[in-house]
Nanobody, 121 residues
Framework: QVQLVESGGGLVQAGGSLRLSCAAS????????MAWYRQASGKQRELVAH???????NYADSMKGRFTISRDNAKNTVYLQINSLKPEDTAVYYC???????????????WGQGTQVTVSS
């Protein structure tokens, strides 16, 4: 079983920065891709960025420039740096991990509980 715990959200003024973290814990797995999604109130969840175990990154077109995803494989942790925050960035940010469950021999997708980011104007 894999548990994902996000941290780093909060209330920030427009123009500020935040760094979100998501740590995967548990045993009997290896983490492949990791990603950040966000869901604003009344809207669908959308991809922010994805990173492979090798460090290759992919961003949603609207997220390029102000968002940077990175990871520390030794810590099974993924980060999301958000700069020049805007009120429209207000959302719950969710971590996602694609884990290979060793004893079961298959991949499974796990989600964190989400961390709220609120940007005031």
């Amino acid at each position: 079983q894999v548990q994902l715990v996000e941290s780093g959200g909060g209330l920030v003024q427009a123009g500020g920065s935040l760094r979100l973290s998501c740590a995967a814990s548990g045993s009997g797995f290896t983490i492949n891709g990791m990603a950040w999604y966000r869901q604003a109130s009344g809207k669908q969840r959308e991809l922010v960025a994805h990173i492979t175990s090798g460090g290759s990154t992919n961003y949603a077109d609207s997220m390029k420039g102000r968002f940077t995803i990175s990871r520390d494989n030794a810590k099974n942790t993924v980060y999301l740096q958000i700069n020049s925050l805007k009120p429209e960035d207000t959302a719950v940010y969710y971590c996602n991990a694609e884990a290979y469950i060793i004893l079961r021999g298959y991949n499974y997708s796990y989600w964190g509980q989400g961390t709220q980011v609120t940007v005031s104007s």
